[in-house]
């Protein structure tokens, strides 16, 4: 009795876990803060170059906490974000208090 009282508690969690929309699925959207240049450059629309430019503002500036700051990554405008938005999120990677 014991064992299932252990395991069913541990199965409801990984059953939701599973359910679209909860716990922090982003249909397959990545995190701005998070994602590396290689994988930025995957992102229809951005390549290698436009890529190095995102991750270069993230270093310089710290973490993005509005996505309208990629309006300031030269080669970006308001089209290409709207874009972009289609296949990133944000989210904060560390503790800070953005």
Known sequence: MKQI??????????LLAAV???????????????ITVEQLAEVPGVGQELAQKIIDARSENGEFVD???LLDV???DNSKL?????HLYLE????CNC
């Open 82 to 86: 709207r874009k972009l938005k289609k």
């Open 74 to 76: 030269d080669g970006i």
């Open 20 to 34: 679209p929309g909860f716990a922090g699925d982003h249909d397959g959207k990545q995190n701005l803060n998070t």
């Open 5 to 14: 009282m252990v395991i069913l508690p541990l199965f409801a969690v990984l």
């Open 92 to 95: 904060a990677a560390s503790s």
């Open 67 to 69: 996505m309208d700051e």
